[in-house]
């Protein structure tokens, strides 16, 4: 096992810039990752002697449990954990190879985490039983080097992949039975500016509300950077709420709407537009931050109200700046869904961003289009990424200078 060392916190923490902050919780992270690998190769030792003789304990669950100060269910997947990605040895002394060596050896540099080594094993075990002996190692194998760079749901798509391969007749599907219908839901305004959405489904519209919200509530990938999802799963399927009512919403045969992603009037002061700095109205009833106001205006989720100094009206919803369908089918062939690297939202889940903003005088044009996700889209408008139409006319991203201190453009290569 080779020698690790912690890195060196600054005195003063509060004085360090983001890039310092961003390499030192990358530092620690290896650190963390490899000592759990280090520990686990304890486990699995203590394992093989028999921690019964060793200790006195019944499972090296229950010693591990009472040594680290947690609770049975706790301990458990850890020294599950170590098992599988280490050999061990029967009780008549003969080997019992690991379940995961290639993930073991890509969790032994610190590479990747207990959540996807995790995801590797569980994959593994959904591994039909009938499969050979040097399929099911060819399968552990391409998942574990793939851990090294891949979030969930590159490695969901391996599996669906590898089960294809290894089992391609599959489990025979069965039909539900019907019920009959119950449909409730209500919607009410609260005080504090909140709606409060309230409902009872029957089974068979329960059962196609969840599927749709669990399709666009999954934890986004982990990056190319090892940024992972920190939503709580409520607050996904939130999002998945909003990104279902705006595919409704711009379906051409919306009433109300002709496709377009106007859902309400937000009256904003000009100056507060083009800074970002301020508050918006919305719909005369509730109030928006100036910069959602800005990000909304990109793909005319809002209709916007522009008043000057005096209050007078500039601008109520210049057409001129919708994204026409016609350009929207254009963008989908272009960019064939969120153009941000890395991402894998597909065209429907998009929203037109233009990267000369409108409101300082960028057209409304393909050349000043890009397609992106809920997510990078506020990222784009909040944080450090900056995105530019390259000379063939494709988009690339910068990123921040602490993800990459040369700063080299980068393109989606997953779409």
């Known amino acids: 096992m080779s020698e690790t060392f912690l ?69 458990r997947p850890a020294v599950n954990q170590a098992i599988a990605l280490n050999p061990t040895r029967a009780l008549d002394g003969s080997a019992v190879p690991a379940v995961a060596p290639t993930t073991a050896a890509v969790a032994a540099e610190g590479l990747v985490g207990g959540e996807r080594i995790q995801q590797v094993l569980e994959i593994l075990a959904r591994i039909p039983a009938d499969t050979s002996v040097e399929d099911r190692e060819s399968a552990e194998k391409i998942l574990g080097n793939l851990a090294r760079d891949a979030g969930p749901r ?40 909140f709606w409060k959405l309230t409902g009872l489904l029957d089974d068979e519209l329960g059962a196609r509300t969840a599927a749709a919200l669990e399709a666009h509530a999954k934890p ?130 998009c929203h037109a961003h233009h990267i000369h903003h409108w409101a300082d005088g960028g057209p409304t044009d393909l050349r000043n289009l890009v397609l992106l996700c809920s997510f990078h889209h506020r990222l784009i408008h909040h944080g450090d990424w900056q995105v530019l139409m390259a000379a063939d006319g494709l988009p690339e991203f910068i990123p921040p200078q602490y993800l990459d201190p040369l700063q080299r453009t980068r393109r989606n290569t997953h779409a």
């Open 7 to 75: 890195p060196e916190l600054p005195q003063e923490l509060w004085r360090a810039g983001k890039l310092e902050l961003a390499h030192g919780v990358q530092q620690f992270l290896q650190v963390m990752r490899v000592a759990s690998a280090g520990l686990g190769q304890y486990l699995a030792e203590i394992e093989s002697r028999g921690v019964k003789d060793l200790f006195g304990y019944g499972s090296t669950i229950r010693w591990f449990a009472d040594v680290a100060g947690l609770s049975f269910k706790e301990a």
């Open 154 to 193: 590159q490695l969901a798509d391996a599996e669906a992949n590898l089960l294809a391969w290894l089992d391609p007749d599959g489990n025979e599907p069965k039909d539900p039975e019907p019920k009959q219908p119950r449909r409730e839901v209500t919607l009410e305004r609260r005080r504090d500016g």
């Open 220 to 349: 986004r990938p982990v990056d190319e950077f090892g940024q992972a999802d920190l939503r709580m799963k409520c607050e996904r399927q939130g999002d998945a709420w909003a990104e279902l009512l705006d595919l409704a919403i711009a379906c051409p045969d919306q009433p109300g709407t002709s496709g377009y992603r106007t859902l309400v009037h937000v009256t904003i002061g000009l100056e507060e537009l083009k800074t970002g700095i301020g508050k918006a109205c919305l719909d005369f009833v509730g109030t928006m931050t100036a910069r959602e106001a800005r990000m909304a205006a990109c793909d005319c989720l809002m209709l916007p109200v522009v008043l000057n100094a005096a209050g007078e009206p500039l601008d109520v919803g210049r057409l001129r700046r919708f994204v026409t369908p016609g350009q929207r089918r254009a963008l989908n062939i272009r960019d064939r869904g969120c153009a941000f690297p890395g991402c894998h939202r597909r065209p429907k889940n």
